[in-house]
C-alpha cells in the first residue's frame, strides 16, 4: 500500500512555481502540494484558489502551519534566505530553487542555521546533477578506466533572451548551472575564475557581451571552459566535452528521430531548458520528495549552494576586472561531509 | 488539490505483474494498486502480503469487490479471456496485457462483450505506441510533409532467450509487437502476411530458425520487412525504418553518452526491453490511469487486440507453410470507430 | 623514374566514356588514353579531335594498331562482345564496363574466347568493389571476428531517373551492381533470385513499380534484401548493413560537415553516383592500369560478368513470373579460381 | 593527348620527402620527380640511386640544372632558406614544406626575393587547406549563410610523440597546422596570441605540459581556442567547430564502416596524420603540379608562410611568459594580395 503522502507548501507563486505544482501533483508520487503563498500575497491566493489549494496571505504562516510536512520555496531570489530560515527554524525540510541565495554570505548564514539545528533541512534546485547525460559522465570519470580528467570543454546555447538580460547574467544565470554541476561531476572545489569575451553576435541586444567564455581550473588542475551564448537562433544546448587520459566523454544527442530529405540528413535539436530538462526536473524533485519522507537530504546541500555563490562571485568579479580571480572557501563543515 | 486515487486490483502476480504493482506505486500518480490475486490462490495471497495489498483467494472476488475501481490482468495468456469478461460484466476498466488473447476468436468474445454492453472497457498493453521514437515517427507521417510512407524495413534484436523458446516465437512473442505498433503508426490494416528464413546463427538453440524474416503488407500497398533475431549476443535493438515518398525517417538512438577511447568512437546500446522501453511502459500506465478516472479508454482497444491476433494467426500460418497468406479481418464495429 | 605510360584506346565516347578519358588524362598515373574510337564513327572522329587523341573511324583498326598498348569499351551495352573480343584476339588487356554484355549466354562465348586464349584479358567495371565502405566490410566479414553473416538488408536510392526507364532497369541497371559486389563480398555465389514491389510512389513515371525489392540467397543461405527506390527527390544513397552473428555491420556517412542551425543538426548527402563513388572509380582504373602494366588480370573478371549476368536474368525471370527462381550457373572454369 | 611532364628535383630525401617522390612518382600526374639530392650529399645520392632518380651531390646544382623545372625542398627546417632562396633566382617554381622558415625574419627575406623577382615563386607545404572538411568549413562560412563566425573551438589530439618533443612543440609543431589553416579559413589575420596549459596527463613524458591550449584572436575579434594534446594514447583526432551567428559547424566524421558488437556501436578513428590527411597531401601536391605548368602559384604563399610564423613567435613568447601577446606584421605587399 502507497505510504501517506507528503504534503508540500510551496512560496512563490510564479512560473517556476506553478510549474512544480503542476508536475508534483499530476506526475510525481508520493507528495501533493496542498497549500501555496507568496510575497504578493493577493497574487499567491489567487494562485492558490485556481489550483484548489490553501491559500496563505502570509507565507511565513504557511512555513509554520502543522499541516505543512515540507516546503518549496521558487520566490525571486532575494527572498528565499528569509523563508529558507524559517523552513530550518520550523525543523521542516525545504527545497529551494537556485541559487540559494544570491550572495555567498547569506547562503553561508543559512549553511550556519542549519549547523545551529545539527541536521541538515535544504536541497538546492541544481537539475543538471538529476539529468541523465551528467549522470553517466560522472559514472565514467568515476571507475577511473578513461584516466583523470584533464580538460572540459563546455557550452551553454540557447536561443534568445528577454530584453533585460545583462552582461552579468551570462555567469549568474546560465553558467552557473555549469559551476554547480561540474563541481559535483568532478567531485573537487574551484581554485580559479576568468571571464573572456568573444566576438559579439549582431543579433542579440545592443551592448551585450554575447558569446562570454568562463575559464574555471580546480584545485588538482582541471581546465574548464564554458561557452556561454544565448541569442543563437538556433537552439538549446549544452555540451560537456570531457577530455580525459585516455578518453573523450560527450554528452547523448537528443532523442529526436533522424529525418533524411531534400538531401539532408539530420535530426531536431532541443529549443528551452524544459525540453532538455525535463526528465532531469522529474527526477530532481521525486527525489527530493522520496529523501524527505526518509528524513534525510539527498541532493545538493546548502553547502553546495554557498559553494556555487563564492565560485559565482568570483567569475562576475573576474569579468568585472578582465583578471583572474582566485576561488577562496571557507573550511566545509563535518556536518556536509559525506 | 489532487482527487482520489483509482483504486486497482491486480490480476496475475508474476513478474510483469510485479513490476507493474511497482511501477505504479512508486513511481506514477492518480492509482494505486491497492488488491492483488492470482490464478494460483497461494502465489497471489503471498505477492499481497508482501507487498501490503489486499489479498483474494479467488480473483473474480476481487474483480466484483466495490472497493477495486479498476482492473489490471497480467495473468499467463490463456487466462486473459475469462478475467477480461469479468471486468466487462463488472462494469469495470482493465488493462491487460498483450496478447488479449492467444486465439482471435476469443479476442472476437471480448469485442462482443463490449458491444454489448455498449461500451469499451479494455485497453491492451501495446506499449511501444507510448515511445517517444514510434510517437515521432508517427507525428511525422501524419503530417504528410514527407509523402505516403512506402515501405517499412524494421528489426526486433535481442541478445538471448530461453531454452523454451520455439520457431512460433520468433512473430508471437516478439514480432507481435511491431504487428500493432505499425498498424497504428501507418493507421491501416494489414492485407497479407508472410514468413521467410534467413541463415541461421549458429549460437542459437538447435533447430531454431533465428533470425526470421515476416513481410506485412496493407491495404493500400505498404510493404513492411521485420527482421526477428532474438540471439545476437549483442543488444536489444528496436529498428523501424519509413520510406516515404521524399524522406526516410529513423528511430532514435539510444540516450548513451559518447566515448571515444582505443581509436574507436561509439556509444552502448540497450540490452533489453525493460531498458529501450522503460519510459514507454510508464507513459502507458499513467496515460491509462488518466483515460480511466476520466471513464474512457484512449489506447489501444480490445478491437485492436484481436486485429493483432488475427494477423499474427496468418503470420504463424505463413510460417508454417511458407506461403503467402491474407489477413482477413471482420468488419469494424462503429464502437471502435474513431 | 616513370615507367613508361600505358597508351589506351577508348571505344565508346558517350558520357561514361569521356569521363573516363577526363579521368585517365587529368588524374590518374601511368596510362594514358592516346586514342578513341566509337560505332558512330563520325561522333568518335569528332570526340578525338576536341581531346586531341588519334581517332579511329573503325573501332576495330584502333584495337589492333600496335600503336594502343590496352583497350576501354564504354560502349552501349550491345556492342561490349564485339569489341571486348577483338581485344582478346589481338592480346590486349581491356577494360569493359559493366554489364559484360547483357545476355549471359553472350558473356559465356568471351569467357569461352578466353579459355582458348589460355588467359584473362577482361577487366569488368564494377567500380564499388573499389569503394572503400565496402572495402572496410569484406575486411571486417573475412577477419570472422563477428561471425557469419546472416542476413544483408541493402538499399540502391537515387532521386531521379531518365523518362526512358522502365520496369526492368531496378534490376538491370541499379542492384546489378548489387549482385556483383554483394557475390565479391560474400565470396560465394547466388542460390535464388526473388523480386517484389512495394507501394508505388506517386512521384515517379506511370505505370512504374518503384521501389522494387529484389530478393537473393546465397548457396549457403545468407538471405539479402535491395531495395531500389530510383525516384526518391531525395539523395543517392546506398545502404548496405550486414547482420552477422554478434554484430550488425554499416557503410560509413558521407563525408560532410555537420551543420547545426534552425533547432536541426545534420549534414548533406550525396546526390549522384559520381560524387558518391569518385574515389571509388578513380581506384578502380588505377588499379586496371597498374595490372596492365604487370601483365595480369586483378579486379572483376570475365567470369565475374557472367555470373553477374545469370543471377540478373534470374531476377528479371522472377520480376516478370514474381516466382522465385533458381540461379543456375555452369561451373566455374580453373582459369578463374584464385 | 598529355602535355609534357613537369620534371622536378627534389632535395631533402628523409621521410616526408621519399613520400613526396613515392606519391608524385606512383599516384599523382603531369609531373614526375627526376632528381634528387639532399644536403648530406652521400645520402641524397644514395635515394636517387634506389629510386632511380638522378643524383646530385650539391641540391644548388639540381636546382640550377635545366633538366630540372620545378623543385620541392622537404630538408630539415633550417636549410629551407637557402634552397628556397635558390630557387627564386634560378626562376624557378618550389613548393616548400611548412614552415616556410623557423624564424619570421627568414620567411621575411624570401618574401624580399620574390618582391625583387616581381614574381611569386613559392607554395608553402600547408596541407590543411586542402582537406575536404576544412574546404567545406570554408565554403559554408563564405556563403555567409550562417553569420559571422564568433567563436573557434579546435583540438588537435595525437596519441603519442617521440622522445625529444618539449614544451615548445605543440605550438611550433603541432598547432601551427592550424595558426595557418585558420587564418586562410576567417581570411583575416590575427591579433592576439596566448597560450596556457590544462592538468597534465600523466601518461606523457616528465615535465611535458600536455595538453596546451592555445587561444587566438583575430583583428575583428574572433576568439579561437586550440587544444594540443600530444600524448592521449588514443586516436588522431583533429577537431574544428566554428560557432556562428546562426550556427554550429563542425568537420565530418572519419570514414570508417560502424559497426554495433558487445552492445556498443561505434567506428574506428584515425591514428596518425597520413590517414587522416592522406588525401590532403594528394589535392595538395596535384594542385601544385597543376598551377606550375600553368605558371602560377595558386596554393599558400611565401606570406603566408611569414605570416604563420609572426603568430606562431607570438605564441610561444605567450607560452614562456604566461602573459597575452600582440600578433604585429608588416604590411602586406601588393604582390600577395588577391
Redesign the interface.
Known amino acids: 500500500?502507497?505510504e501517506r503522502?507528503l504534503r508540500i507548501g510551496l512560496v512563490g507563486t510564479g512560473g517556476i512555481g506553478r510549474s512544480h505544482i503542476e508536475r508534483i501533483?499530476?506526475?510525481?508520487?508520493g507528495g501533493?502540494v496542498?497549500a501555496c503563498a507568496d510575497p504578493a500575497s493577493e497574487f499567491g491566493l489567487s494562485i492558490a484558489e485556481k489550483?484548489?489549494?490553501k491559500g496563505y496571505a502570509d507565507p511565513m504562516e504557511m512555513i509554520n502551519d502543522p499541516e505543512v510536512d515540507a516546503v518549496i520555496c521558487t520566490t525571486a531570489d532575494p527572498y528565499h534566505e528569509q523563508y529558507v530560515m524559517a523552513a530550518i527554524q520550523a525543523g521542516k525540510y525545504i527545497f529551494c530553487e537556485k541559487p540559494l541565495a544570491p550572495k555567498a554570505d547569506a547562503c553561508k548564514r543559512i549553511v550556519e542555521a542549519e549547523l545551529k539545528a545539527g541536521k541538515k533541512y535544504v536541497q538546492v534546485g541544481f537539475m543538471r546533477r538529476y539529468d541523465?547525460?551528467y549522470r553517466?559522465?560522472k559514472e565514467?570519470i568515476d571507475t577511473k578506466a578513461?584516466?583523470?580528467?584533464?580538460?572540459l570543454?563546455c557550452a551553454h546555447?540557447n536561443?534568445s533572451v528577454p530584453d533585460d538580460w545583462d552582461n552579468t547574467m551570462a555567469v549568474e544565470n546560465s553558467m552557473v548551472h555549469e559551476i554547480d554541476v561540474l563541481r559535483w561531476l568532478l567531485g573537487e572545489d574551484y581554485a580559479t575564475a576568468e571571464v573572456?569575451?568573444?566576438?559579439?553576435?549582431?543579433?542579440g541586444p545592443k551592448g551585450l557581451h554575447d558569446?562570454q567564455?568562463m575559464i574555471l581550473t580546480t584545485k588538482?588542475?582541471?581546465?574548464i571552459?564554458v561557452?556561454s551564448?544565448v541569442n543563437?537562433?538556433?537552439?538549446y544546448?549544452i555540451k560537456c566535452e570531457i577530455?580525459c587520459?585516455?578518453?573523450?566523454?560527450?554528452?547523448?544527442?537528443p532523442?529526436?528521430?533522424?529525418?533524411?530529405?531534400?538531401?539532408?540528413?539530420?535530426?531536431?535539436?532541443?529549443?528551452d531548458c524544459f525540453q532538455r530538462f525535463e526528465e532531469a526536473y522529474n527526477v530532481e524533485l521525486?527525489s527530493w520528495i522520496n529523501a524527505t519522507k526518509e528524513d534525510r537530504v539527498e541532493g545538493p546541500t546548502a553547502w553546495d549552494g554557498y559553494a556555487c555563490q563564492v565560485a559565482a562571485a568570483a567569475a562576475s568579479k573576474a569579468r568585472d576586472t578582465q583578471t583572474i580571480v582566485p576561488v577562496v572557501y571557507d573550511e566545509m563543515p563535518e556536518l556536509y561531509k559525506a
Chains 1, 2, 3, 4 share one sequence.
Open positions: 500500500m502507497k503522502e501533483n499530476r506526475q510525481l508520487q501533493v496542498t489550483n484548489g489549494l541523465r547525460g553517466q559522465l565514467a578513461y584516466g583523470e580528467a584533464l580538460l570543454h546555447r536561443p573572456r569575451f568573444g566576438k559579439s553576435t549582431s543579433r558569446p567564455i588538482s588542475g582541471v581546465r571552459d561557452e551564448f543563437n537562433f538556433n537552439d544546448d577530455v587520459e585516455n578518453a573523450v566523454l560527450n554528452m547523448p544527442e532523442v529526436y528521430i533522424s529525418v533524411n530529405t531534400k538531401a539532408q540528413k539530420g535530426q531536431a535539436m532541443y529549443t521525486q
